[in-house]
């Protein structure tokens, strides 16, 4: 069974072509029950280099293509455009996607790990992620490699494409205006390759 809003997904992809997951339970990961949802940041070398920021909700991953990639300084916004749902699969995905196929390029895991919900109503309840994503506030803890703390997610009320959200570290202790990890930190917390020796691994191997 293919969860539904997965639909998008899969009618974008042919699985004969892309060596990406498909939708379909078979290929899910064996997860345990009792742990916290989890979160994926992928550099993707597509027609522009950007980097996809997933959060698992409900079984898949609620996608972003953040074209700077994200900060470690709260007084940056970063522009967030919402696309579709990916399978948790998706999660550990790294390689080529074949020219001619949608999304075209390297694909690297620049960083992993479980997040938390820390979204609050004004009495300091929480607010479920579902209906944080629904308001267009949802605010999240991120226990990455490199990314740690909290991440605002605002969908921008601003004239313009109703896809684009903005992405803002929250002021924490673990905001940092000096670091820039999107510069500094361009391995793969999964493999410890650069998307070079990923595409390369890719070429030699025929
Ligand atoms: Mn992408």
Known sequence: MTPRSLSEYESRRDFRR?????????DAPKLKKDRNPIFVIQQHDA?????????????????????KGPSTDPREK????????????YADFEGVIPEDEYGAGTVLVW???????????DDGNEIPIKKALKKGTVEIW???KKLRGG???????????????????????????????????PKSVLSGRTLKQVRKAHEDGG
């Open 18 to 26: 892309t060596p990406e997951p498909s939708g379909r339970s078979k």
């Open 47 to 67: 027609t522009t280099l950007h980097y996809d920021f997933r959060i698992e909700v409900e079984g898949v991953l609620k996608s972003w293509a953040v074209p």
């Open 78 to 89: 970063r522009l967030a455009v919402a696309t579709e749902d990916h399978p948790l699969s």
């Open 111 to 121: 960083d992993a790990g479980p997040y938390k919900n820390i979204t609050e109503d």
């Open 142 to 144: 991120l226990e990455g």
């Open 151 to 185: 991440y605002a997610l605002v969908h921008s009320k601003m004239r313009g494409d109703r896809k684009n959200w903005l992405l803002v570290k929250m002021k924490d202790d673990q905001a940092d205006a000096r670091r820039n990890p999107v510069s500094t930190e």
